[in-house]
């Protein structure tokens, strides 16, 4: 089911998602003072006004959605059906193919610039090995095409939540002393400004990191200890710089980044080969801040995948990936009808019905109520 983070959890119940097989939801807008806006990429979401209370205005404007309250001093409110335009269901490869009016409608899509440098030549020999590994009849194939791009970023390049240099750094303190505790090593590797902890604190994390027997290799040991040591240290600041070193020819010459690079090198790969890519930023599940990617598989649609923790387009639970598109300016109350069952032009209207003729701001488990009635 369609579901916003609830209040309390890790971050704003302005985040968003839909479950595998839902793609709408009413939104329930509330205590607009001023003027409101809703970030909606139209090519994934379409956002439609259903009726509103003190509202005196609405404005769609490129990719923001806005709400104008009618008169100062007063709130207003609003009912919005949010509908998701990925495609959600079961491909069949056989009928997907490179169509030249998609990519007309979705030329924003295949345009190159730093971040997805395709016509580089680390992003090219990818490319050209990927069509040249796959069969005679999947060769022009955008479907199999993806794939075998989402593959490679998701088995070739080597997540890491640090920089490559941190991890040489900590590789080559693990080869000198094999034998030292993890806080020592990491004392050994980093300056004090890197880490940002004293060292008893410093010790305690580091007692809690306790590396698989499985991972022998010095550098697969690096990269396991300092992605455990970031997650619970977000202030660790040899991490990658936002805006630095993310590009898809430098994440595919170090062999290793973190999920906004891996989203990069997918992107940049699908764009050269002529389908349009996009990556999208949001939060995944409870684990924070997060990049995948959207795709588009001609008949089908936009496909979201997610080249971090997925291999292939079946994987993706929609449910785990949190929109931040909902987020606005003035925090206004953003609720929305989690409905049993599957919304319908007739609940609308009920939903709307009773809306507009409560003389007062009705609460979220009122609209509930009689729309399950």
């Known amino acids: 089911m369609a579901r916003l983070w609830k209040k309390g959890d890790a971050y704003s119940d302005s985040f968003f998602s839909f479950g595998k097989e839902e793609n709408q939801a009413i939104l329930y807008v509330r205590n607009i003072w001023k003027n409101e806006y809703i970030h909606v990429p139209p090519e994934l979401f379409s956002l439609e006004y259903l009726s509103g209370k003190n509202i005196s205005e609405i404005k769609i404007q490129d990719d923001w959605f806005w709400l104008m309250p009618n008169s100062k001093g007063k709130e207003g409110s609003a009912l919005l059906l949010l509908t998701d335009r990925t495609y959600k269901g079961v491909m069949n490869p056989e009928k997907t193919f490179h169509s030249s009016l998609a990519q007309n409608v979705m030329k924003s899509y295949l ?5 997805y440098d395709f016509s580089s030549d680390e992003v090219q020999k990818v490319a050209k090995k990927i069509i040249k590994e796959l069969p005679f009849e999947k060769e022009y194939n955008p479907y199999w095409q993806a794939l075998a791009a989402l593959r490679f970023a998701y088995k070739d390049i080597e997540y ?3 920089t490559k240099e941190a991890v040489e750094k900590l590789e080559t303190t693990i080869r ?4 030292d505790k993890i806080s020592s090593l990491m004392i050994r590797s980093f300056l ?4 940002l ?3 008893d604190p410093l010790e305690r994390l580091c007692s809690g990191i306790v590396v698989p027997e499985e991972i022998q290799e010095p550098r697969l040991k690096a990269i396991y200890i300092l992605n455990e040591f970031d997650a619970q240290n977000p202030v660790f600041i040899v991490k990658w710089p936002f805006g630095k070193g993310l590009s898809a020819s430098r994440t595919i010459h170090d062999s290793m980044g973190k999920c906004d690079c891996l989203t990069h090198v997918f992107v940049a790969l699908c764009r050269g080969m002529g389908i349009p890519a996009v990556g999208v930023c949001g939060n995944y599940g409870s684990f924070g801040l997060h990049s995948w990617a959207v795709v588009y598989i001609h008949p089908y649609g936009l496909v979201e995948v997610d080249p971090t923790n997925t291999f292939d387009f079946c994987q993706f639970d929609h449910g785990l990936y949190f929109h ?3 987020r606005n300016q003035f925090r206004a109350n953003i609720d929305f009808l989690n409905l049993k069952k599957t919304i319908t032009p007739d609940k609308i209207e009920i939903c709307k019905s009773y809306y507009k003729q409560s003389l007062k701001e009705p609460s979220l488990e009122d609209l509930l109520s009689e729309v399950e009635k």
Not at 111 to 115: F, K, Q, V
Not at 176 to 179: E, H, K, L, Q, V
Not at 192 to 195: A, L, S, T, V, Y
């Open 176 to 179: 000198a002393f094999p034998n």
């Open 324 to 326: 931040h598109f909902l």
């Open 160 to 162: 890491s939540r640090a």
């Open 197 to 199: 902890m004293k060292k």
């Open 192 to 195: 004090k400004e890197e880490i």
């Open 111 to 115: 345009l190159e610039d730093e971040i």
